[in-house]
T-cell receptor, first 114, second 114 residues
């Protein structure tokens, strides 16, 4: 069965530094991978989608890479701010035809310390 | 754009009663809507997928007679938890997709069954 692993349950980063979050998956060949942010008691907010034929994607201070050989995606937040503190979820998807329900990793709780 | 709303945001009910949760896509037409459930400190788990005008497809282990889903229009899906019990207490989140791979999530509904 599909397995999605995200690095550590909590990640503490100093404000201004780059936060790097890891998502590894097994038993799956996704056509794309999505990253979401979730704040306590709220639904996930879409951040970025990267497709299997894309190596890297950027949006403002966010950067995502996708290595289909390593079966891994890295999510970077540069110049991190305390407001970036949240849980970040990765969700590989696709291959089912049409819109697929997502399988999420447990998430990484990112804490940006002032 | 891509805003999804849920109502109510919070509901408390007595054991044995039924609860209806609405999910609306406010500024786009959602060909597919999904329902997820999230228990404390766990990730989101897909419950069912619904396409407008079709019967919902339920994930393994999710009782279709207990969790009734109606996707009556391209902007509205409802989830009814029938004969709710305390173990059904959870955070229910819907998402909507419109012929793209990206899913946009609602803010969630906190259900507490006494």
């Amino acid at each position: 069965s599909q397995k999605i692993e995200q690095n550590s349950e909590a990640l503490n980063i100093q404000e201004g530094k780059t936060a790097t979050l890891t998502c590894n998956y097994t038993n799956y060949s996704p056509a794309y991978l999505q990253w979401y942010r979730q704040d306590p008691g709220r639904g996930p907010v879409f951040l970025l989608l990267i497709r299997e034929n894309e190596k890297e994607k950027r949006k403002e201070r966010l950067k995502v890479t996708f290595d289909t050989t390593l079966k891994q995606s890295l999510f970077h937040i540069t110049a991190s701010q305390p407001a970036d503190s949240a849980t970040y979820l990765c969700a590989p998807g696709g291959r089912g035809g049409g819109a697929d329900g997502l399988t999420f990793g447990k998430g990484t709780h990112l804490i940006i310390q002032p | 754009g891509a805003v999804v709303s849920q109502h109510p945001s919070r509901v408390i009910c007595k054991s044995g009663t039924s609860v209806k949760i609405e999910c609306r896509s406010l500024d786009f037409q959602a060909t597919t809507m999904f329902w997820y459930r999230q228990f404390p400190k766990q990730s989101l788990m897909l419950m069912a997928t619904s396409n407008e005008g079709s019967k919902a497809t339920y994930e393994q282990g999710v009782e279709k007679d207990k969790f009734l889903i109606n996707h009556a229009s391209l902007t509205l899906s409802t989830l009814t938890v029938t004969s709710a019990h305390p173990e059904d207490s959870s955070f229910y989140i819907c998402s909507a997709s419109s012929r793209t791979d990206t899913q946009y999530f609602g803010p969630g509904t906190r259900l507490t069954v006494l």
